[in-house]
C-alpha cells in the first residue's frame, strides 16, 4: 500500500511543491516548525528507515536536498536551514529542512505554525523560483 509521501509525489494528494526531479519530490510540511519547513523525500522508494536506502538512492536524496536547501535559503530569510531525519511520524523516508533563526527553531517538541493555504502557496512558489535558477 502506498504511503501518504508517494500519493503526494504522485499528485494524488494535493501539496505545495518546492522541487520536484525524476527521483524525488520536495514540498512545504502542512505542520511547519517555521515558514518554509520543507519535506525531501524519495518518489520510487518508501522505506521507513533513511539508512537503508541503496547507496544510489542515499546519495541522490542528499543531493537533491542540498540543492532544496540552498533554494530554501535564499526565498525564506534565515540564519541558516536546519536539517533533521526522524522518520517516526510517517513511514516513508524523509528529509526536514527547516529554515532557522536559533537552534531552537528546530525542536520538534514546541507548537508547529498554523500557516495558511495561501501563505504556504506563496511560499512554496518563492522557493520553486530559486530553484529552478540552480
Known amino acids: 500500500m502506498a504511503t501518504i509521501f508517494t500519493k503526494i509525489a504522485k499528485g494524488e494528494i494535493p501539496s505545495f511543491k518546492v ?24 518518489k520510487k522508494v518508501e522505506d ?7 547507496e544510489k538512492t542515499y546519495e541522490g536524496l542528499w543531493a537533491f536536498a542540498r540543492k ?32 532557522l533563526q ?9 507548537e508547529h505554525l498554523k500557516v495558511s493555504a495561501e501563505e504556504q502557496a506563496g511560499i512554496a512558489a518563492s522557493i520553486l523560483a530559486e530553484y529552478e535558477k540552480l
Request: glycine letters at 4%.
Open 48 to 54: 521507513d528507515y533513511i539508512f537503508n536506502l541503496d
Open 102 to 110: 536559533s537552534e531552537a527553531d528546530l525542536d520538534f517538541r514546541k
Open 19 to 42: 522541487a520536484e526531479s525524476e527521483d524525488y519530490y520536495a514540498f512545504l510540511d502542512i505542520s511547519p516548525l517555521a515558514k518554509g519547513h520543507t519535506l525531501v523525500i524519495p
Open 68 to 99: 532544496v536547501a540552498v533554494a530554501l535559503k535564499a526565498a525564506v530569510p534565515c540564519k541558516r536551514v536546519g536539517v533533521a531525519v526522524l522518520g517516526m511520524e510517517v513511514p516513508h523516508t524523509h528529509i526536514h529542512l527547516v529554515p
